[in-house]
């Protein structure tokens, strides 16, 4: 068996006993929204050092498990905390969980994360709709062999954050009176912040957002035919743009400041995707 194909079954036989529970929607909490689980009516809480070759999380401030309840009536599943690839892992690790996810029974992925604003419209604290992503600096989760039983050799690219959801996410933040921008996200490897030339870049390629994770994610959703949607939170603005040096911790402060309207934004957002799944 491919050794990707087999861990992944291995993960998939360590966890399905230990949680019963059938997820809907499958959430990724970005930096600042790890507390989100206190929204929901949380059923089962599984660590990621009891999964079995389940890769674990060493960022601050990501706790490392997930989180199996209800928004409401909706079943969900929730990562409290990603892997990211500068951890060391390799990509199919990072990945890994988002399969793991689909295998479960969820239909749509709500990808969320804190980002750097590459566009100068924006501004520490908008909060960006994702359109689009460009993720050709890291390493495809597809390469190697084709797992067959999760999606095609060669998996079509135009539409990976579906646009139906998108139409429920603007008018979300409209009923609710919250400004939502729109645009590209850029991954790039990390951990370091980006220079000034390499900001320029991503703005040249048509970037309005940079950050270290998530684009490969949405390969990994779309290759398994996952709806998608995401939303970055503009923690602070690129390296160049403002003549501050940048910090983790100036991250996590502007995350945490506007966590309270996210997690309105994404409240609303996944009870009126639950109702657009069922229809």
């Known amino acids: 068996m491919n050794p990707v194909s087999e861990k992944l079954s ?3 036989e360590s966890m399905k006993d230990k949680v019963p529970f059938k997820p ?11 507390d989100y689980a206190d929204e929901i009516q949380v059923e089962s809480v599984l660590e990621y050092k009891d999964i079995e070759g389940f890769p674990v999380s ?8 997930f ?18 690839y500068y951890e060391g892992y390799a990509m199919t690790d990072v990945v890994l ?22 566009n100068y419209d924006f501004r520490a604290g908008d909060f960006m709709l994702i359109r689009d992503q460009i993720a050709s600096f890291v390493p495809s989760p597809l390469l190697g062999p084709n797992l067959e039983e999760l999606g095609p050799r060669f998996c079509d690219m135009s539409e990976v954050y579906d646009e139906d959801l998108r139409v429920i996410i603007r ?38 957002a940079v950050g270290m994770s998530t684009a490969c994610e949405g390969i990994a959703a779309n290759h398994m035919g996952m709806k998608i949607c995401g939303i970055s939170c503009i923690s602070n603005m690129a390296c160049g743009m403002t003549e501050n040096p940048l910090s983790h911790k100036e991250v996590q402060e502007t995350a945490d400041r506007v966590a309270p309207l996210f997690k309105k934004l994404i409240t609303t957002s ?9 229809a």
């Open 67 to 84: 989180l199996f309840g209800h928004v409401e009536n909706v079943p969900v599943v929730i990562m409290q905390g990603r892997v990211h």
């Open 10 to 12: 291995k993960c998939y």
């Open 171 to 208: 008018k979300a933040a409209e009923d609710l009176g919250i400004p939502l921008k729109e645009g590209v996200y850029v991954q790039l490897t990390g951990p370091s912040y980006e220079t000034p030339a390499e900001v320029n870049m991503c703005r040249v390629l048509g970037g309005d």
């Open 24 to 34: 809907q929607i499958a959430l990724v909490l970005g930096s600042g929204l790890g």
């Open 58 to 65: 060493t960022v601050q401030g990501h706790k490392g498990r």
């Open 97 to 118: 969980p988002i399969r793991l996810m689909k295998l479960m029974g969820a239909e749509a992925l709500f990808l969320t994360n804190a980002a750097g604003g590459v």
């Open 270 to 278: 996944v009870l009126r995707i639950a109702k657009h799944l069922e």
